[in-house]
């Protein structure tokens, strides 16, 4: 059967093609904060660059500062030379600073609101934005209640002929699954579902995106992808940085709630669900609500759970204090600042696989990956002697930083005899493409503006993922206190024990 021929310059499917938003603004709450400059400011300028947003883009700071325009655009103009990715043109900045405006004002100032929808109406006569306009929320969620209902009030909520209005809020999405649920009915009560989008920025990662490349464009993977074949999964978010200047945010939230409900339990689905029907947002989320709902997990919570806190100790040759000793933190704080769960995923496809997650600020070192641990061969023709330094393959899947793919297998050692030993086959992004990878944020943004919703958690993947953690936390705020480790290890101690209690080890990477 031959296919009809169609002309990828002309076929709006193509998604080869470079998609660029139509005419919109963005409006920002809380541009003064570190999220805004470090990522979301540069984020923008990249995009532009790129030449992936419309002429007319208009960016709006919101903000309690006294200043003007002109203030606003040299607080942009500062975030995107010290953080942007490409190189700085002063053709593009140009062009980008016509369109941004500053509005003065507090969360619960009506006129402030009135105010913002002036300046969004004028930008759509004078940039041609269109009426369409999202509206991002980089602020605390205790903030979120007023600012959504204050965009309903000035009428900025509601699309209307055929114009859109979105809202982008970042994490945290509540503390457990009550308050989720919430902050839930809470913006759906202004904006309908599918105007919301929420950040986890580790789905914008290129690395992250992959993981459904590599699981579903090749045949090579998916036969072995299952109970019979794998071992267990490792899933590691390891940091080197420590918490100084977030205690108002981490004191009383801790490494579970940061970012194993998020991140984690996002690769996790990933890794673990069944192939979607096409990679339509619908088709996606229904394969990643499935294999979350069939996700718990696994006790006893004594035996298969870890948490720590780090102390004072060395890292990269330098002394660092301890979480007790940062500015801020409660000097009694119980926070963990590492967490390791065992989780399990009831399908006929994951019975029986352990997937441990863990994550740790000051750690040994960055890193984050997912790695699939394969059975040993049921069978192994050589002597014990041949083989003792044969572990188990493994496929590692890098997400940053070195990022990329290994796979680990055994080999014969060159010689006379028969000795085998692990060897690794190694994918890097840095020698297989030449163009580097988006932050994970210009990709986020971009899809904002398109209004596509893939890469986006909805309501009920955020519900399940803290009725997971909930049970965990739980047990936790009941029994003792995390365990005291060593800044620059790789973190306490019962860790360890809780996978070796099972013959396992964690790898070090
Ligand atoms: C954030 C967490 O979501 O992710 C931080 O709140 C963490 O605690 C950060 O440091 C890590 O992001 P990345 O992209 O550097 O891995």
Not at 435 to 447: F, G, I, Q
């Amino acid at each position: 059967m031959t296919r009809a021929f169609t002309n990828p310059l002309r076929d709006p499917r193509d998604k080869r093609l470079p998609r660029i938003a139509g005419p919109c603004g963005l409006v920002i709450f809380g541009v003064t904060g570190d999220l805004s400059r470090k990522k979301l400011m540069p984020a923008i300028y990249d995009l532009a660059n790129r030449g992936l947003l419309p002429p007319g883009f208009a960016l709006v700071g919101f903000a309690r500062r006294d200043w003007a325009d002109e203030d606003f655009m040299q607080v942009v103009h500062d975030a995107v030379k010290a953080h942007a990715r490409t190189p700085f043109r002063e053709a593009v900045w140009e062009r980008l600073a016509e369109g941004i405006r500053f509005v003065q004002g507090t969360f619960d100032d009506d006129n402030a609101f009135d105010n913002l929808a002036a300046v969004v109406e004028r930008l759509d006569n004078e940039r041609g934005t269109g009426g369409n306009h999202a509206f991002y929320l980089s602020i605390p969620p205790s903030a979120f209640p007023v600012v959504c209902k204050q965009l309903a009030r000035a009428g900025l909520s509601q699309p209307d002929n055929g114009r859109w209005r979105r809202v982008v809020i970042e994490k945290p999405f509540g503390h457990d699954l009550k308050s989720a649920k919430e902050l839930n009915e809470i913006v759906n009560d202004v904006f309908p579902e599918e105007s919301v989008f929420r950040i986890d920025h580790y789905l914008g990662k290129e690395t992250v995106q992959n993981i459904l490349a590599l699981r579903f464009a090749n045949q090579l993977f998916e036969p072995i992808w299952n109970a019979n074949y794998v071992d267990h999964v490792q899933i590691t978010m390891a940091e080197d940085i420590g918490l100084g200047g977030r205690a108002g945010y981490y004191d009383g939230i801790g490494a579970a709630r940061d970012v194993i409900q998020n991140h984690l339990l996002q690769l996790l689905a990933l890794t673990a669900m069944e192939e979607p029907v096409s990679f339509h947002p619908r088709s996606l989320r229904i394969e990643k609500l499935k294999v979350l709902e069939a996700t718990k997990p696994v006790g006893p919570l004594n035996e298969t759970t870890a948490r720590g806190q780090y102390t004072g100790g060395w890292q990269g040759g330098q002394k660092v204090p301890g979480l007790l000793e940062e500015e801020g933190f409660a000097t009694d704080s119980t926070t963990e600042t590492y967490a390791a769960i065992t989780l399990g995923v009831d399908t006929r496809r994951w019975a029986g696989v352990p997937f441990y997650l863990r994550t740790g600020k000051r750690l040994g070192r960055r890193v984050t990956e997912i790695a699939v641990v394969f059975k040993r061969a049921p069978h192994l023709p050589f002597d014990d002697t041949s083989t003792e330094e044969l572990g188990q393959n493994a496929l590692v899947i890098r997400v940053q930083p070195d990022e990329g793919i290994t796979l680990r297998f055994g080999s014969k050692v060159p010689g006379t005899t028969m000795e085998v030993r692990d060897v690794s086959m190694d994918f890097a992004y840095g020698h297989a493409f030449t163009e580097s990878s988006p932050e994970a944020y210009e990709r986020l943004l971009l899809d904002v503006l398109l209004g596509e919703p893939s890469l986006f958690p909805n309501s009920n993947e955020v519900e399940r993922s803290w009725e997971i953690l909930d049970p965990v936390i739980e047990y936790w705020h009941k029994h003792g206190k995390p365990e005291p480790y060593p800044a620059g290890t790789w973190g306490p101690e019962s860790a360890d024990e809780m996978l070796a209690r099972t013959g396992r080890h964690w790898r070090r990477p």
